[in-house]
């Protein structure tokens, strides 16, 4: 009991001082990339800086909706938050649809669809570089007049006295309260380089102060931009606890029994029984049965990114609508049903930013599906990250490869919590800025990010360093997924009369410690939140003692089936 107990501090104190050392870094990391970023084009619409960020999770939404090349997602190293969209105005200005079709598509609010007027769109300020400016070198220009969108407000052609000569030239002058920042002047300028730029408003304009009375004006009455209030902060979400980590058997390794797997049987045996094991299949159709589970969590894999992908570079469409617009993080089917990761809402949350309603809808609609197919089926049968850990895990046991460094599976409750935590410290919704996951599905489907080198780290980090290091004990959305999962109405049904405890499912599931036979004895069903209900402790059962059923019939007793070997 004594060593137990030392042997659980330790491991309390090994998670808690790892998850110290990430934290700083992750805390490092999203201030440098949130905080120390430079000015970029948004959207029309887009919130003010900070609240932007947090609410943005870089589905691509917007940019498929630009009905021009206008709108891109931020690839790494441009010196602006990996995968926000922006627009860079030289390349191609924003064209102020009326629309606003880039506002109305965002599912969480990070674009405000209260704009009504796209003249009242506050992007950017547009500044004329006087030395390099061909109006104010004396030749008539007034390019950037002629293609402003609101020509006659936002800038002007005024006399501008010439030095000592007595004719006067034109110059353009921008007026502030009237430019949308759309960059068609930037664009349109026939310079070299642009002498007419568009900026952050807060680096070249002041203030008076609230203490100062100006004086009316013509161009007051009625033209004022009504600038856009913030949506007041929700109270701070605390973070989760950490659940405990379900004790379960430990299955047996090498072919001969040794004193651990002689013990593991011992306690997990009920009855003396005939153990039998699985048998490798030796026909095509024996082994389409054993792969089965396999095959359909690849298809379903596949066909989601396939939606996706058909969506964003082929224009799918369902009733006139796009199909599947946007990526893992939120998303819309068919043009009017939103879908959005409940864990990014939930860090929203945490930063003290309230998505829109929509956004809350969305992802109570995921969560509720998620839990009718039993809460971590999402690492199983759509995550992308799946197909890149079991191809490291394959690998792995190719070559034999032997863990480097011991992680426990309570690690990725810690970065759960840290994830909640730094999204309350920094305003920011934290693992959405670092997630590989949506690195890689943003990657594979808009070409941005670094998503390739994520699931390469992540596939050297599972093949050679620690045995399913990252769905296993690192990642914080499967930990969200693992307590939400506890709930799910779908679960491995088990069935002790007819089990041997052979051990052959703890050998082939990605989470063997959910596979506590006393547990699932007692209960009916495999109980812990960790199960991926991928099906391949099913598929090896050789006496099948497991199904997929729903949580009211597995609690019942199961019948015992009927002798004969598995295909």
Not at 441 to 459: K, M, P, S
Request: proline share 8%.
């Amino acid at each position: 009991m004594a060593a137990s107990r030392r042997q659980f501090l330790a491991r309390s104190a090994q998670g808690a001082a790892g998850a110290a050392c990430a934290g700083l870094a992750w805390f490092s990391l999203l201030r440098q990339e949130a905080h120390a970023a430079h000015f970029a084009l948004r959207p029309p619409g887009a919130r003010p800086a900070g609240d932007f960020e947090a609410l943005c999770v870089k589905c691509g939404q917007c940019v498929r909706a630009c009905p021009y090349p206008t709108l891109k997602l931020a690839p790494a190293a441009a010196g602006i938050p990996l995968g926000t969209p922006h627009f860079v105005p030289r390349e191609e200005p924003c064209h102020l649809c009326e629309d606003i079709p880039c506002a109305k598509a965002c599912p969480t609010g990070a674009l405000d669809k209260a704009l009504d007027r796209v003249d009242r769109a506050r992007m950017g300020l547009a500044v004329v570089d006087a030395e390099n400016c061909l109006s104010w070198q004396g030749l008539r220009c007034e390019v950037c007049y002629r293609v402003c969108p609101v020509k006659g407000r936002a800038i002007t052609v005024d006399p501008h006295p010439r030095g000592i000569s007595k004719h006067a030239v034109f110059v353009p002058v921008v007026h502030a309260q009237d430019c949308t920042g759309c960059g068609l002047c930037e664009k349109a300028c026939p310079t070299q380089v642009a002498a007419i730029r568009v900026v952050d408003p807060r680096l070249v304009q002041g203030r008076i102060g609230d203490h100062y009375r100006r004086p009316a004006t013509t161009r007051d009455a009625g033209l004022a931009e009504p600038v856009a209030q913030p949506s007041p902060p929700a109270t701070p979400a605390k973070p989760s606890a950490a659940p405990k980590a379900m004790p379960g058997p430990q299955a047996p390794t090498g072919k001969a029994p040794t004193t651990s797997t002689r013990r593991w049987r011992a306690v997990n045996a009920v009855s003396p029984r005939t153990v039998r094991h699985f048998e490798p299949p030796t026909t095509l159709a024996g082994w389409l049965v054993a792969r089965r589970f396999q095959l359909a969590r690849r298809i379903t894999q596949a066909g989601v990114l396939l939606l996706f992908a058909g969506t964003a570079a082929w224009g799918w469409k369902l009733a006139g609508a796009p199909l599947l617009a946007g990526n893992l993080s939120a998303a819309t089917l068919a043009g009017s049903v939103p879908l959005v990761d409940p864990f990014a809402v939930l860090q929203m949350l945490a930063a003290g930013h309230r998505p829109e309603s929509t956004a809350l809808g969305g992802a109570l609609l995921v969560l509720a599906a998620y839990l009718v197919a039993g809460g971590r089926a999402f690492c199983a049968w759509a995550c992308p990250m799946n197909l890149v850990t079991d191809a490291a895990h394959a690998v792995r046991q190719r070559v034999g490869g032997r863990d480097l460094v011991h992680l426990s599976p309570s690690m990725r409750y810690w970065g759960l919590g840290l994830a909640l935590v730094l999204s309350t410290f920094t305003g920011l919704a934290a693992f959405e800025w670092v997630s590989p996951i949506a690195m890689l599905h943003r990657e594979l489907l808009f070409g941005a990010g670094l998503g390739l080198t994520a699931a390469a780290a992540i596939f050297l980090l599972d093949a050679f360093v620690a045995k399913r290091a990252w769905c296993g004990h690192l990642c914080p959305l499967g930990a969200f997924w693992s307590v939400a999962g506890r709930a799910g109405l779908t679960k491995v049904a088990f069935s002790d009369a007819a089990c041997t405890r052979c051990g052959d499912c703890v050998r082939a599931c990605p989470e063997p410690r959910v596979l506590d036979f006393k547990d699932c004895a007692a209960r009916g069903f495999v109980a812990a939140g960790e199960c991926t209900n991928c099906g391949e402790c099913i598929a090896v059962c050789p006496e099948k003692a497991l199904r997929f059923d729903l949580l009211a019939r597995a609690r019942a007793p199961n019948p015992v089936p009927t002798e004969g070997k598995a295909p």
